[in-house]
């Protein structure tokens, strides 16, 4: 295994858990914007991600 995917699986396991842990714990009124705030998440996961792969090669 590399690096790049071990990170990979490390970081988006744990943002995935995180923004499930959040939907699953939450009121029905707090989903939209926990949803909008997940998305957001993951988007900056990603980005980090993808900065991180970079910086490796």
């Known amino acids: ?3 790049n995917a071990i990170v ?3 970081s988006v396991g744990a943002s995935v858990g995180a923004a499930c842990f959040m ?6 009124r707090k989903k939209r914007s ?4 997940a998305g957001k998440m ?3 996961a990603g980005d980090a991600l993808s900065d991180m792969t970079d ?3």
């Open 23 to 28: 939907l699953i714990n939450t009121r029905d």
């Open 42 to 44: 993951l988007k900056a």
């Open 34 to 37: 926990l949803k909008r705030k």
């Open 1 to 3: 295994m590399s690096w």
């Open 55 to 57: 910086a490796l090669k």
């Open 8 to 10: 990979k699986g490390i």
